[in-house]
């Protein structure tokens, strides 16, 4: 019995999110120190790095061509997936016009486990609503 999977935009879209959300999280827990450092020294350096326009520009596209998608196409629920990813875009307005806030705290963030815990409870949660989708 072979089993095929439809799978459109918004299926591989949730996957795909929720797939890369989930194996940050085992790699922040398998590397710890390592991670940390690596957050604060390359990804989210003192001086704030051009890929974060980059990204910013590319999220944004992503986001509407995603909302695009709920309008033009019959899917259920596609919508929540937009508002979704739409919430993203505080975080990428906080990399683009606060940077060294935000720089702060995800250095305090790195250090406070339980603030670690909700943060990664929550994002554990968002890729659940995901999958789901």
Known sequence: ???????????????????????????????????NRWELNRAYTQEKPAWIYILAACSALFITYTWYRVWTDDVD??????????????????LIFNYDSFRMFVKTALQDKSKMLVINTGVIIFSIVLIYL
């Open 1 to 35: 019995m072979i089993v095929t999977m439809d799978l459109n935009f918004f299926n591989v879209t949730c996957f795909a999110y929720a797939a890369f959300a989930i194996l940050t999280r085992f790699l922040m827990v398998i590397f710890k120190d390592k991670w």
């Open 77 to 94: 629920y596609g919508w929540i997936l937009a508002a979704l990813l739409s919430i993203t875009l505080i975080k990428m307005s906080q």
